[in-house]
């Protein structure tokens, strides 16, 4: 191989190995450290987006999080209206039921200038890892 190509080979490989969000401020989406993202969130240095819908989220949510439905930040009639108020320089941990809905839009967030990153673990293991519910 010439040193050219390797070093395209090598470019592409770190792009590709990099993905998410491509902000300094935040690293990309996914093996989010929950400790430091529970310490971020509950000083308020971060933003936790939960992006369940509003039944999941009348049915258990965390304190700190503020709700935003994957089906309103998708549909950009309601997108707005749903992300006023939230900074493109706060910092914005995603979280959904599973981690699915959270990485997808964190990524769309990424996309639209946010500097979001997503928690993709299921609620259960965030409530074990110290995000706390409203007493019932």
């Known amino acids: 191989m010439t040193l050219p190509l390797i070093a395209v080979l090598l470019c592409f490989s770190l792009l590709m190995a990099v993905g998410g969000c491509q902000s300094s401020a935040v690293p990309p989406s996914g093996n989010v450290e929950l400790a430091k993202a529970l310490r971020e969130v509950e000083s308020d240095q971060a933003l936790l987006l ?3 819908e509003d039944d999941e989220w009348q049915a258990q949510h965390f304190i700190k999080a503020r709700l935003a439905p ?7 009639a309601t997108r707005v209206a ?3 108020g939230i900074s493109k320089e706060q910092k914005i941990y995603t979280h959904c039921k599973k981690g699915g809905r959270a990485r997808q839009c964190a990524d769309m967030l990424c996309k639209l200038g946010y500097h979001a990153q997503a928690l993709e673990v299921p609620y259960e293991t965030l409530k ?3 995000f706390q519910e409203p007493v019932k």
């Open 50 to 52: 939960d992006v369940r």
């Open 128 to 130: 074990q890892a110290g």
């Open 70 to 76: 994957s089906s309103k930040l998708r549909d950009e």
């Open 82 to 84: 749903t992300l006023q």
